[in-house]
């Protein structure tokens, strides 16, 4: 009985298919030759059309057909350059395969679009390839540094760490950089938070493109900001505005917690039980609340009204920053802010003005541009995931090739391409 059979072409320029069959395997072999005569001579540059034999058979991996691994076979021609001594061949390069490689383009491009969200040993096992090739795949394609001579105008950029290893003080620099148009761009991964580090790392980064940022977004860490002003002097400097919300929100739940230690004690437990649910109902903001956690903070606030107090100055604070201010109408805001918080007679808030104070023209250069670090938090959160789903990755070249894979591997690879 006969096989229904279909064809389909195989999307590789200048290549006739010479036979397929399959193996004991089940695995499509497609035999090959190339149609393109000449090479370049390796070592004049220049074209070369005098045939020299050819290489053994050579086999790659390509992409999958109808769930079956498919492979290419084909013999590489050589090629005679009569103008240099000693007339020395070359071997034809394709534009489909390079020669160091087990995979075509095309299958390498698989592999890596299948890697991007997922893991390494995953997609070993679902392609049935070694972990070795699948990692081989990574280091040929993927860079482990920017190519700055390729990179556009960067307008704003962010710093901001994170630690690899939890509770163990093994901290990374993420640096990130936001084009004009709004595009994000991993830029490096640095070792360490330390200002050498990063100075090090601004000063690789042509003129070109550090004359034009305009704003560099990051934590309160003074090491960033230091470097900031040595290497870029011409860009603005910005607090970011979450972690500068995060010192604030956490003096009022410090406030919160302490409240509620001291009811534990002196309530009955059936009205300490009735404030069940004042943690997260308290870490919301009000615009957010629902109507049962509306009803829980009451109850609590009735009992503690310097947590009231707390989260009342929070919220001014909160509606503060995301009104549509001048960095002069903000600064006003703020001082009086401060003032209500001096008046209030709570002294939870005591660090977070001494550190308004101390970082006030970084915290106010936000109201210029409305400049956070959202986008470097992006980049953290991915992080976060990457870690762990892969189990932690310790390899900072590593790293930042999975991270610029996850950024950017669905755009790159999306579509079966076969050039390199």
Not at 18 to 32: A, F, K
Not at 123 to 145: D, F, M, T
Request: net charge positive; proline share 3%; aromatic share 10%.
């Amino acid at each position: 009985m006969s096989k229904a059979q279909i064809t389909i072409p195989l999307d590789l320029p200048d290549v006739r298919v010479l036979q397929t069959s399959l193996n004991e395997r089940g695995e499509i072999i497609i035999t090959i030759e190339s149609t393109k005569v000449g090479t370049t001579c390796g070592k004049c540059r220049k074209w070369i059309t005098k045939a020299h034999g050819q290489e053994e058979w050579v086999m790659i991996r390509h992409l999958p057909a109808f769930g079956r691994p498919s492979y290419l076979r084909y013999r590489p021609r050589r090629y005679q350059c009569l103008d240099c001594e000693g007339h020395p061949t070359t071997t034809q390069r394709v534009e489909w395969h390079d020669a160091r490689s087990p995979h075509s383009f095309a299958y390498d491009n698989h592999i890596l679009l299948q890697v991007v969200h997922s893991t390494l040993e995953d997609v070993s096992l679902k392609e049935g390839l070694a972990y070795e090739k699948v990692a081989g795949v990574l280091e040929r394609r993927i860079e482990a540094r920017v190519d700055w001579t390729q990179m556009a105008d960067i307008e704003c950029l962010g710093l901001d760490e994170i630690a690899l290893r939890k509770g163990q003080g093994h901290y990374v620099t993420l640096v990130t950089g936001r084009f004009r148009g709004g595009e994000i761009v991993i830029l490096g991964v640095l070792p360490g938070h330390e200002k050498a580090v990063v100075v090090e790392f601004l000063r690789q980064i042509p003129q070109r493109i550090l004359q034009r940022v305009q704003a560099v977004c990051c934590d309160l860490w003074e090491a960033y900001t230091e470097a900031v002003r040595e290497e870029i002097p011409g860009a603005r400097i910005v607090a970011d505005r979450f972690h500068v919300a995060r010192h604030y929100r956490d003096a009022a739940d410090d406030l919160r917690k302490q409240e509620l230690h001291r009811l534990k004690k002196e309530l009955p437990q059936e009205t300490y039980q009735t404030f069940k649910g004042s943690m997260q109902a308290f870490r919301k903001n009000a615009k957010d609340l629902n109507q049962e956690e509306r009803k829980t903070l009451q109850r609590f606030f009735k009992h503690a009204p310097s947590a009231k107090q707390a989260y009342s100055l929070r919220e001014r604070l909160t509606t503060i920053f995301e009104m549509s201010l001048s960095k002069k109408q903000a600064e006003a805001k703020l001082r009086h802010w401060i003032q209500q918080v001096k008046d209030s007679g709570l002294q939870c808030f005591d660090r977070f003005l001494k550190l308004l104070e101390t970082w006030w023209e970084e915290i106010t250069n936000y109201f210029i541009q409305r400049e956070t670090s959202a986008f470097v938090e992006g980049f953290n959160n991915k992080v976060k995931v990457l870690k762990r789903r892969c189990y932690g990755i310790f390899n900072l070249k590593h790293l930042f090739q999975r991270i610029y894979l996850d950024l950017h591997g669905y755009r790159l690879f999306a579509a079966t391409t076969i050039s390199g």
